[in-house]
Structure formats: C-alpha cells, structure tokens
C-alpha cells in the first residue's frame, strides 16, 4: 500500500522551529520529488517547497525562503522540512506529496500524504 505520512508538527513560538518528515511506504522515494503545502483555514493549498529526484534540486515559495530548508535521506525513504524563523502566518496544515518531476509534483502530485497541524502562536 502507497502511503506518505507526515510528522513532526506541533504548537511553536514565534521564531520558534520545527522539523518536519514526510516517510513513505509501499514505493521508494530515490524516483521521485517530494512537495511540501499547505493550507491555512479559508485559504486555498500552496506550494512550500520541492525537491527533485534527479539532482536534488530545491524551490522555495517566496515567503518561506530563506527560513525553511527541505532535504531528503532515500536511505530511510524520508523527506524532511526544517522550519525555522517561524511566523504566526505558517500557521497551517501541512502536506508532502509526490510525482515524477518538480513540476509534476507542484501542479499534480500523484501521492498525498494526510497532513500534520503546525500552530504559530504565544
């Protein structure tokens, strides 16, 4: 069974961190990139970041460049998202998923993972 299941969220301060993985089971991540979304309540999902299969290449929404850091360990399947600098406004739902490329993966994943709660907030 394909499943990607993400982790690592929780209530931080602001300026706070956080780390968060994405494990998947049933198909090897080494193929394929890994996007991270999200989805504040009454708005619409918005890419994070990504990061390529082939050469580990990484984009970064605008608003989360420079604090936000995605990397990934095929050795352990996982991809993760070190957070850091948090703001009240990354308040969110945050999802990883997958596809064949970065622009794939960005515009119509294959695989979703089911989300895990981050919570900005003093």
């Known amino acids: 069974q394909v499943q990607l299941v993400e982790s690592g969220g929780g209530l931080v301060q602001p300026g706070g961190s956080l780390r968060l993985s994405c494990a998947a089971s049933?198909?090897?991540?080494?193929?394929?990139?890994i996007g991270w979304f999200r989805q504040a309540p009454g708005k619409e999902r918005e890419g994070v970041s990504c990061?390529?299969?082939?050469?580990?290449?990484?984009y970064y929404a605008d608003s989360v460049k420079g604090r936000f850091t995605i990397s990934r360990d095929n050795a352990k399947n996982t991809v993760y998202l070190q957070m850091n600098s948090l703001k009240p406004e990354d308040t969110a739902v945050y999802y990883c998923?997958?596809?064949?490329?970065?622009?794939?993966?960005?515009?119509?994943?294959?695989?979703w993972g089911q989300g895990t709660q981050v919570t900005v907030s003093s």
């Open positions: 998923a997958s596809g064949l490329s970065a622009i794939a993966t960005m515009t119509s994943p294959n695989y």
């Open positions: 049933g198909f090897t991540l080494d193929y394929y990139a």
């Open positions: 990061i390529s299969s082939s050469d580990g290449s990484t």
